[in-house]
Nanobody
Framework: QVQLVESGGGLVQAGGSLRLSCAASGRTFSRDAMGWFRQAPGKEREFVAAISRSGGSTYYADSVKGRFTISRDNAKNTVYLQMSSLKPEDTAVYYC???????????????????WGKGTLVTVSS
């Protein structure tokens, strides 16, 4: 089993930056692709970013390309999401996910990930 705990959410003004962290435990971290998803009130959960087991490949939703950066530190069992140039449209609960499949698969499937964190709220004000 894998447990994921997100942190770093909060309130930020439009144009600002925020870094989210996801700490994993329970299995060998480097064996799983990792991803970030988000869900705004009344909206479907959507893919944000994913990273391969080694960190060599990354994938991003079109809406965040050039603004968000996903990274991982396998020695610390942690994945990060650096968010810059934030917009009010980025307001959502952000969830961390782990899966035995590839990061590319995570970018298109959205549902059915092996493990999910409980989420951290990011609110971007105008």
């Amino acid at each position: 089993q894998v447990q994921l705990v997100e942190s770093g959410g909060g309130l930020v003004q439009a144009g600002g930056s925020l870094r989210l962290s996801c700490a994993a435990s329970g299995r060998t971290f480097s064996r799983d692709a990792m991803g970030w998803f988000r869900q705004a009130p009344g909206k479907e959960r959507e893919f944000v970013a994913a990273i391969s087991r080694s960190g060599g490949s990354t994938y991003y939703a079109d809406s965040v390309k050039g603004r968000f950066t996903i990274s991982r530190d396998n020695a610390k069992n942690t994945v990060y999401l650096q968010m810059s140039s934030l917009k009010p449209e980025d307001t959502a609960v952000y969830y961390c996910a782990a899966d035995r499949r590839t990061a590319q698969v995570m970018s298109v499937m959205v549902h059915g990930m092996d493990y999910w964190g409980k989420g951290t709220l990011v609110t971007v004000s105008s």
